[in-house]
């Protein structure tokens, strides 16, 4: 029996890539988990991927997975979701937000000028797509006083990387955690934000592949990547912590948590802290 039979998680843009690797770290530990996401039909989207799929893993990995085809712009989608994990389960207990609406053109060195205002859409979903996750999840797990959230993030909440309306996200994510652990402490809930470095998603390895000069910057060296799943390992440590009210509010780098409780990546490594060269997080505890 996991460390997390028992418990139920939502876990948000997980057809694929960081979602999909949580995802699968929480049902190795035996959690319920819901699988959201746009794509249900194979070859319907130019990465591989469905949210069917990924819930088929996490029903391998030894977890219950649940499969939910959810548009995180459209409010009434998520409203369903919710509803239906409270009908379903009767509880929630952890929350991560990691849908995000990646442009394609998001790596090309453009100015924000020449890119599309369409790129906006990012703030759409990945930032104000949080804030309502957080907002449904939050009734529930108040209730119980229990429960934790985890926004993913990255270096670039500090530090600029590969445009204006991406680390505008990223900034918005890391204080949103923080703000939310203020209102949510009385309540026993903790809210906190998770920076991630290179990880190696379908869309990294396509974009290494087809620009190989971006293995030598620091953000796209691979020797410093991770696995998808190192992320979800993180969460479970987090998850399975009891003093983790103790972290609420503060922005993390997911190297250095994996550091504190021993956690290694699939092939037994823990990924460098890049710290000293990125910048730190801002928030610290509440």
């Not at 995802?23 to 991927?49: D, I, K, M």
């Not at 389960?89 to 849908?99: C, E, K, P, S």
Request: proline share 6%; net charge neutral.
């Amino acid at each position: 029996m996991g460390s997390l039979s028992g418990r139920v998680a939502v876990v948000t843009g997980a057809s694929r890539g960081v979602g999909k690797g949580i995802a699968l770290a929480l049902a190795e530990e035996g959690a319920t988990v819901y699988v959201t996401g746009r794509t249900v039909t194979p070859g319907s989207y130019p990465l591989p991927g469905t949210v069917a799929e990924t819930a088929l893993e996490v029903d391998r990995r030894g977890g219950k997975g649940i499969a939910v085809q959810v548009d995180h712009a459209e409010d009434k989608q998520v409203a369903a979701l919710f509803d239906q994990v409270e009908q379903e389960q009767g509880r929630l207990d952890i929350l991560v937000n990691n849908a995000f609406s990646l442009p394609e053109d998001l790596t090309d060195p453009q100015p924000f000028w020449e890119k599309p205002l369409s790129n906006w859409e990012m703030v759409d979903v990945g930032v104000r797509s949080n804030f309502v996750a957080a907002w449904h999840a939050a009734r529930i797990m108040a209730r119980a006083k229990s429960g934790l959230i985890v926004a993913t993030s990255g270096y670039v909440g500090v530090t600029y990387t590969y445009g204006v309306v991406f680390g505008t996200c990223k900034s918005a994510v890391d204080r949103m955690a923080r703000d939310m652990a203020v209102e949510l402490k009385p309540y026993g809930v903790a809210s906190l934000s998770m920076w991630l470095g290179l990880t190696f998603t379908e869309r990294a390895e396509r974009n290494l592949q087809r620009s190989p000069a971006m293995t030598a910057q620091t953000v796209t060296n691979p020797q410093v990547g991770s696995s998808v799943e190192f992320p979800g390992r993180v969460i479970v440590a987090l998850a399975g912590d009891p003093e983790v009210m103790r972290r609420s509010g503060g922005t993390y780098i997911a190297a250095e948590l994996a550091r504190e409780y021993g956690v290694t990546d699939v092939d037994g490594r823990t990924p460098p802290s890049l710290r000293a060269q990125r910048g730190a997080p801002i928030w610290s505890p509440v």
